[in-house]
């Protein structure tokens, strides 16, 4: 081996350690930082001597990633419907609490039993009015609740769209970049680490797969198969509402659907293109969740409406006659339920802040004069009619014979239930979750380990040092004897 030979190797020796130097100290520096992978310099022999720089690698499981991307992505999924559901279920209200649906259902039954024991006091007959329209306020209020979910869903797509799109482009842009700077022989670590972030940023909105292509570029498709990048972004397409009222739809075009490309999305399928995270989630709220809600609620004030627009209980109402609940006024009409629940109002004929008489609970809701204060026959068929068990036109609760308690219990049991799976599910995602990321991190940053090998770099530094002072001192005996 030559001088010169000699030099180069320990010259190349050298540059290899302090480049390992710098990845153990940057890794080290990100030893905390989520989504941070290890790094490594890559060497080998050089067939001239000494040691060639190879690049550099980062040290992932592609496997253990995916895993825990579908679980950060199932995760959302089940957090936007738990957090859906228990919001409209603390709107119906614990039934211990006073304010809650069936306390209010509760006032109107004990208000018509007291009423028909004091018929002619008056007090007990505004508390009966109090009731009633206390009872219509909750159904109401509910049903708006209801509605504010599916607003707040279509709003919550708008932005997750728009963050994808934008998330996707940069994507695009670091793909280019990864391959221009790949072109002039440089292993672009920091970059590579740039797009694992930001498509982490996306998994939580939809599932995805990401599949390596040619020159470090990646492809990213949707765990159910749509593309998303593939050399070009794909557009996703959304148009926000900002309101949702009962009637509108995604089948009726009142409300928008999902697009990628050209290409329309089923999000109501069993099986979606991008089932599986918050944004189908949220389809899922505004379109199924939420809306079979408000069918529950709009056939529980029907049942409500009907059990008192009836002639045979109350005499003085002519056939087709609004009862004591109307449909905004109106008597209720079998073909327009959708709404319902937030349409029923307290019939004005007994209401005195609408014109109305009080009496008219005693007498009947269509009675012209005002009849024997101490006649109770109507308050008690009243308070017998609201403890009927009855079947249902529609509901959960149809085909059932219920009492209107018991239906309005049935109710809030439906989404109490379906609120406890999705919380359920929540804790087991999270602890999977959990799991992954832990188990993601057992193969990440051991800073301990990197210690070590920051002390092998130290101690290869010094012995190539060493080898270029022993070759300096024989290069002056050399020139010396020149």
Do not use: C, H
Request: charged letters at 25%.
């Amino acid at each position: 081996m030559s001088l010169s030979t000699a030099i180069n190797s320990a010259t190349s020796g050298l540059r290899a350690v302090s480049r390992a130097a710098e990845l153990v100290a940057g890794n080290i520096a990100n030893a905390s930082t989520p989504g941070y992978a290890r790094r490594d310099v890559l060497l080998s022999a050089n067939p001239l001597g000494g040691v060639s720089i190879d690049g550099f690698s980062r040290a992932t499981d592609p496997f253990l990633i995916a895993d825990r991307r579908l679980s950060e992505a199932a995760y959302g999924s089940t957090r936007v419907l738990a957090d859906g559901l228990g919001a409209i279920e603390g709107v119906i209200g614990d039934p211990t609490e006073e304010g809650s649906l069936l306390s209010r259902v509760a006032r109107l039954e004990t208000s018509l039993a007291d009423a028909a024991t004091r018929p002619d006091l008056e007090s007990r007959l505004a508390e009966v009015r109090n009731a009633a329209a206390d009872l219509t306020a909750g159904i109401a209020g509910i049903s708006r609740e209801i509605q504010e979910q599916r607003a707040l869903a279509d709003t919550n797509i708008g932005t997750m769209v728009e963050r994808l799109n934008e998330s996707l482009k940069r994507v695009e842009d670091l793909n280019i970049e990864i391959l221009r700077v790949g072109q002039k022989g440089v292993v672009a670590t920091g970059l590579i680490e740039q797009r694992q972030q930001v498509i982490d940023q996306i998994t939580e909105i939809v599932p995805i797969r990401e599949v390596p292509r040619q020159d470090g570029q990646i492809a990213l498709f949707t765990d159910g198969g749509a593309v998303l990048l593939e050399g070009k972004a794909r557009e996703i397409g959304f148009s926000p509402k900002g309101f949702v009222e009962p009637w509108m739809s995604l089948a009726g075009g009142a409300l928008s659907g999902l697009t990628i490309g050209d290409t329309e999305i089923d999000t109501t399928a069993t099986r979606s293109l991008i089932g599986g995270g918050a944004l189908q989630a949220s389809f899922d709220m505004r379109d199924r969740v939420a809306p079979e809600a408000q069918a529950s609620l709009d056939a529980l004030a029907r049942d409500l409406i009907e059990r008192f627009q009836d002639p045979s209980l109350d005499p003085s109402l002519a056939v087709g006659d609004a009862g004591l609940f109307t449909d905004g006024g109106a008597a209720f009409d079998p073909l327009n339920e959708e709404g319902l629940s937030l349409r029923m109002e307290l019939n004005s004929a007994v209401d005195p802040s609408n014109g109305g008489q009080l009496w008219r609970l005693r007498d009947g809701i269509g009675a012209i004069a005002e009849g024997p204060p101490g006649n109770n026959a109507l308050l008690v068929a009243l308070t017998d009619r609201l403890g009927e068990a009855r079947v249902p036109a529609t509901g959960p609760s149809a085909g059932q014979s219920r009492s209107f308690e018991a239906q309005a219990t049935a109710f809030l049991t439906g989404i109490s239930s379906e609120r406890q799976w999705r919380e359920s599910d929540l804790a087991f995602g999270a602890a999977r979750l959990e799991g992954t990321r832990t188990e993601e991190a057992i193969g990440g940053v051991d800073t301990d380990d990197e210690m070590q090998k920051l002390l092998l770099i130290e101690q290869n530094y010094g012995a190539n040092a060493r080898v270029l002072q022993t070759l300096d001192t024989l290069l002056e005996q050399l020139l010396s004897i020149t």
